[in-house]
């Protein structure tokens, strides 16, 4: 096999891992992971980290593929897709943002402010790592992607590798999210904990906006 045939398996495997890494952002993301695992062992972590990591592969390589035809079937548009997962990230931002807050910090405990070992797909894979955003590009990739029985099977294939990248980011920033704990402190924790659950919520409203913002431009009087 010469250079030349690796050509269409790389562009595919740019296109895909390019439009979905900044969405999914590994490095920023294992900072909330690590916000909403605080209350957990280094060993429980290390567990999440392997399920996020090949759940995410899973909900993209499915997005890619059927998730377009799945929103056909049950005649949801990507727009309204937005909307809903916009909503529910930011019930998570906010939760997470108020939690202990209102209560004396002797009745909190860290329980109430974290997840368990339990909920690896929700809410630490989908929609906090495999959120609306990420599903919407996928679909739209798998939509553009080539047609023919010929470059199909180069698109998969750079499709599978780039997934595979990420789910592996994912994986290594995740496990080792809780020496960012240890190199904060208590207290250095805490905040970082407010302040990413504030950065939560925005990615909620901003993805909802985004969402509302298409439906309203379709109204009929703005056509």
Request: aromatic fraction near 12%; include cysteine.
């Amino acid at each position: 096999m010469t250079v030349g045939d690796n050509t269409p398996v790389l562009q595919a495997f740019l296109l895909v891992f390019a439009a979905l890494f900044p969405i999914i952002n590994p490095p920023g993301t294992a900072l909330l992971f690590l916000a909403m695992t605080r209350g957990l062992s280094h060993v429980d972590r290390i567990f999440l980290s392997t399920r996020v990591a090949l759940y995410t592969g899973i909900i993209i390589l499915a997005s890619l593929f059927i998730g377009s035809y799945v929103l056909i079937i049950f005649g949801i548009s990507l727009p309204v897709l937005r909307v809903a997962g916009g909503i529910v990230v930011s019930i998570i931002g906010w939760q997470m943002l108020i939690s202990g807050s209102t209560d004396n910090h002797a009745t909190s405990t860290p329980s109430s402010r974290s997840v368990t070992v339990n909920d690896a797909f929700y809410p630490l894979t989908m929609p906090l790592t495999a959120g609306p955003g990420t599903i919407a590009a996928c679909i739209a990739l798998g939509t553009a992607r080539p047609k023919g029985a010929d470059v199909f099977g180069t698109f998969v294939a750079g499709a599978v590798v780039a997934v595979l990248a990420i789910s592996g980011l994912i994986y290594i920033c995740f496990r080792y999210s809780d020496r960012i704990q240890k190199l904060l402190g208590a207290a250095g924790s805490e905040a970082f904990s407010r302040l990413f659950a504030f950065i939560l919520l925005c990615v909620g409203v901003q993805t909802f906006w985004a969402g509302f913002f298409d439906l309203w431009a379709s109204l009929p009087h703005h056509k």
